[in-house]
Structure formats: structure tokens, C-alpha cells
């Protein structure tokens, strides 16, 4: 079972990248042909820039993921409302429930 889903996902992320190669291959001379020269370059530039930008992410996205579920996972082990005292009867009795 695991080795058919390490090799699904090797095929597929091989896929992916040969398949993004490809596009790049075709877009270009379009690109070159629609942007000139100069256009191009700048198109060139912001798409390093960008590319940069996801590199230097360093995984931060999948722990805010990993570290939410966990979260959420130890929260609904404990009940939510364990303090709940229903209306407040104190001497500002605004009629909303209060949490302890």
C-alpha cells in the first residue's frame, strides 16, 4: 500500500514538473514574439522574484497547518464551555452570558 502511494506520487510530481517544463517551452517564443525583448526581460525578472519569494517560505504554511490541527484536535478532546455560567447576575447586569 505504501509503495504504490510513494510511486503515484513520484509519477505524478514527475508529471507536474515535466509538464510545467513543457509549457515554459511553448510559452516562450510567444512570449518573446507578444513582449519584446525589454517586456520580456521584466516577465523574466518577476517570475525569479516570485520564485524567490516561495523559496524563502521555509515551510512556515505546512507548521500553521501541522500546529492548527493539533490545536483543534487537543481542543475538542476538553469540552469548550466548561465555565459557562449562564446569565450574569453581577451589579453590571448587561444579560449576556459570562465565561469563567
Known sequence: MIRRRLLTGTLSNFAGRFTTAGIW???????????????????????????????????IGGAVVKYVAEH?????????????????SSSSDSGFPTFS
Open 72 to 88: 483543534v484536535a487537543a481542543a475538542s478532546a476538553t469540552p469548550r464551555w466548561r465555565g459557562f455560567r449562564g446569565p450574569s
Open 25 to 59: 517551452f511553448v510559452l516562450t517564443p510567444f512570449l518573446l514574439a507578444r513582449l519584446e525583448p525589454d517586456g520580456y526581460a521584466l516577465w523574466v525578472l518577476m517570475s525569479a522574484v516570485a520564485s524567490y519569494g516561495s523559496l524563502l517560505e521555509l515551510g
